[in-house]
Each structure stands twice: as structure tokens, then as C-alpha cells.
């Protein structure tokens, strides 16, 4: 394996993943945000907040977020079906939908996490929504028709010593598996969606923060910045 880096800035956040291309945004100041993309040619180059907004959720994005708590960018969001997007932030264990046309079609105040926040959502067609809790060291299914729990891995720990997940920071979704890297142990896991079986992907030598495949490349986010990986 090995990492080509694509930046080091500090301070750069969430991967936000489009068909084409890649889009982050660094909170290195805490004030002044800046908005960066990147595509097939790795080349990170500074977007507007429009742009950021139009690429990740369309152009219904300023209707969307007039209906969010917050600004758009303190949240994670995934693609459902039939044109439907969710959004949830750490900072109020909610999850919102929104269909194509921007109305806002689901705001459910989820109570699973035993009290531990929200730090990443995605969806699982038909009707499943997998949770990230880092705090709790534990990943969760839930129905979004029943609004129950229907499988996790973790216990909602508020102990840092687990044996397998360790602050799953975010996760990421494709066909076959749930991957699930881990900030507290620097491990790659992933589910497979069918048998629900837990495999060690791949232990780094720092912490992981985040992964994700496109169809230019597979790309995590470590202490020192966003690499793309390639075996």
C-alpha cells in the first residue's frame, strides 16, 4: 500500500464525496472557513460556499438550509432514494430528509445513542440509516420507517478501552460493506452488509479519520492531512 498526499492542511474536515470530485472544507481559524475541492487530477483548489453547496446537495441547497438549526456546512449528510437527502449534525442527535424539491420531509429526534452524539450518517437502500457514535465506540442500524434500532456493533461504552471499534469518527457506504474507520485505534473495519460480519480491513500507523472510495481513487484522512491510497 501505499499514500500519496493530497494536502496537509490542518484543520481540514469531513470528506464530502460527489460523482466527480471531492470537496472539504478547512475550520483551521475557527472563523474564516475556506472551501476546497479536488477531482481526478488531485489538484485542491479553493470553491465558494455556492459551488460547495450547489456540488453536495444541488441547487436546492439555501432552501434546505433556511430549514436546518445551522449553517450547512456543520453537517453530514448522505443521498437516499428518489432524489431524498439527510442531514444530522453531533451538535442535536436530529436527522432531517428532504425530497428533490427541498421540502423537508422527516425531523426525528433520534434517542438511540444512550446519550453519545451523532458524528456521521448513511443510508442504506431500502429503508436502513447507519449511525457513527465515536464517543460510544459503537456503530448503529436503524429502521427509518420504525425508528428503531435493528443492529449495531458496540455498546454504547462511555470506556475508550473497546475491543474492536474505538471512536468510529465517520463510516462510509457501498454495495457490499459498511467501512468503518477508527480514530482511537488507527483501524480499518468494515461490515458486510449481508452477513453482518466484522473485518479488520487494515491497522495505519496514525490515526484515521475518515475514508471513502470514488471513481477516481480511495482516499482517507489521517492526523497529517488527506491521502489517496492505493494498494
Excluded at 159 to 165: G, K, V
Aim: charged share 30%; glycine share 6%.
Amino acid at each position: 500500500m501505499t499514500l500519496n498526499k493530497i494536502t496537509d492542511k490542518q484543520g481540514t474536515s469531513y470528506l464530502h464525496i460527489t460523482k466527480s470530485e471531492i470537496l472539504t472544507i478547512d475550520w483551521a481559524d475557527g472563523k474564516n472557513l475556506v472551501f476546497y475541492a479536488f477531482d481526478k487530477s488531485k489538484n485542491l483548489r479553493v470553491v465558494d460556499k455556492e459551488y460547495f453547496g450547489v456540488s453536495t446537495v444541488g441547487n436546492n441547497y439555501k432552501k434546505i438550509e433556511e430549514q436546518l438549526s445551522g449553517s450547512l456546512e456543520d453537517y453530514c449528510s448522505t443521498k437516499g432514494e428518489n432524489g431524498d437527502i439527510y442531514f444530522c449534525t453531533y451538535q442535536e442527535d436530529k436527522l432531517y430528509r428532504f425530497d428533490k424539491d427541498g421540502n423537508k420531509t422527516l425531523e426525528w429526534e433520534v434517542e438511540i445513542g444512550v446519550g453519545h452524539p451523532i458524528y456521521d450518517i448513511k443510508f442504506e437502500s431500502p429503508d436502513s440509516m447507519w449511525f457513527a457514535f465515536p464517543t460510544g465506540q459503537t456503530v448503529s442500524q436503524v429502521s427509518i420507517s420504525e425508528k428503531k434500532e435493528i443492529f449495531k456493533v458496540g455498546e454504547y461504552s462511555w470506556d475508550d478501552n473497546s475491543e474492536f471499534l474505538s471512536y468510529p469518527e465517520s463510516i462510509f457506504i457501498n454495495e457490499n460493506h459498511l467501512f468503518i474507520p477508527n480514530m482511537g485505534n488507527n483501524r480499518l473495519y468494515k461490515i458486510d452488509l449481508k452477513t453482518k460480519e466484522l473485518i479488520l480491513v487494515r491497522t495505519f500507523e496514525e490515526k484515521i479519520w475518515q475514508y471513502a472510495q470514488t471513481e477516481f481513487g480511495t482516499f482517507i484522512v489521517t492526523d497529517s492531512g488527506i491521502y489517496e491510497m492505493k494498494e
